[in-house]
C-alpha cells in the first residue's frame, strides 16, 4: 500500500499542494477542491525527468488540454482525479523498482498486457489505472506481469 505522504510527494508535496497531506482523506479533499496546477506541473516533472521541454509539454497536453491547463489555477475534479491516479501509480513503481528512472520507464514503454499501450496512456482512465495497479502489485510480489 502507497501512503498519502508518498503520493502527495510525486504531486510536489506540501509546497506545490499548498498544504501537506497526512492521510487519504487529506489528499481526497485536495483532489475534490482540484489539485493546483504547480502539483500538475511536479508530476509532470516527476514523469519526464531528464526529457526536453518539447516532451514535457507534450505530455502535459496528452493529459491535460492546451485551454484547460492555461485556463486555471487548480485543475477540475475529474483532471485532479487523473493526476493522484497518475501520481499514486508512479509512487507504486518507483517503490517496486526503488529506481525513479526504472519507474518512468515502464510508465512509458509499451506493455504486452496493455495491448501495447504505454501504462501511462493507459492510465489516464480508471479502468486502465486498475489494469497497470494489477501489473505493478503482481510485481511487488514477485509473480509474473
Same mark, same amino acid.
Given at each position: 500500500?502507497?501512503?498519502?505522504?508518498? $503520493?502527495?510527494?510525486?504531486?510536489?508535496?506540501?509546497?506545490? !499542494?499548498?498544504?501537506?497531506?497526512?492521510?487519504?482523506?487529506?489528499?481526497?479533499?485536495?483532489?475534490?477542491?482540484?489539485?493546483?496546477?504547480?502539483?500538475?506541473?511536479?508530476? $509532470?516533472?516527476? !514523469?519526464?525527468? @531528464?526529457?526536453?521541454?518539447?516532451?514535457?509539454?507534450?505530455?502535459?497536453?496528452? $493529459?491535460?488540454?492546451?485551454?484547460?491547463?492555461?485556463?486555471?489555477?487548480?485543475?477540475?475534479?475529474?483532471?485532479? =482525479?487523473?493526476?493522484?491516479?497518475?501520481?499514486?501509480?508512479?509512487?507504486?513503481?518507483?517503490?517496486?523498482?526503488?529506481?525513479?528512472?526504472?519507474?518512468?520507464?515502464?510508465?512509458?514503454?509499451?506493455?504486452? =498486457?496493455?495491448? @501495447?499501450?504505454?501504462?501511462?496512456?493507459?492510465?489516464?482512465?480508471?479502468? @486502465?489505472?486498475?489494469?497497470? =495497479? =494489477? $501489473?505493478?502489485?503482481?510485481?511487488?510480489?514477485? !509473480?509474473? @506481469?
Amino acid at each position: 500500500m502507497i501512503a498519502a505522504q508518498q $503520493i502527495a510527494e510525486v504531486l510536489g508535496g506540501a509546497a506545490a !499542494l499548498g498544504n501537506p497531506v497526512h492521510d487519504l482523506m487529506e489528499l481526497d479533499e485536495l483532489v475534490a477542491k482540484g489539485i493546483p496546477r504547480a502539483a500538475f506541473d511536479a508530476l $509532470i516533472e516527476r !514523469l519526464a525527468a @531528464g526529457a526536453d521541454e518539447i516532451t514535457r509539454v507534450s505530455l502535459r497536453y496528452r $493529459i491535460i488540454p492546451r485551454a484547460t491547463y492555461q485556463r486555471s489555477r487548480r485543475l477540475n475534479q475529474q483532471h485532479s =482525479e487523473t493526476a493522484e491516479r497518475l501520481a499514486r501509480i508512479y509512487a507504486k513503481a518507483s517503490a517496486l523498482w526503488q529506481d525513479d528512472r526504472a519507474a518512468q520507464r515502464f510508465l512509458l514503454s509499451p506493455h504486452p =498486457e496493455l495491448r @501495447g499501450k504505454a501504462p501511462l496512456d493507459a492510465a489516464l482512465t480508471e479502468i @486502465g489505472g486498475r489494469q497497470v =495497479e =494489477e $501489473i505493478i502489485e503482481r510485481g511487488m510480489h514477485g !509473480l509474473p @506481469g
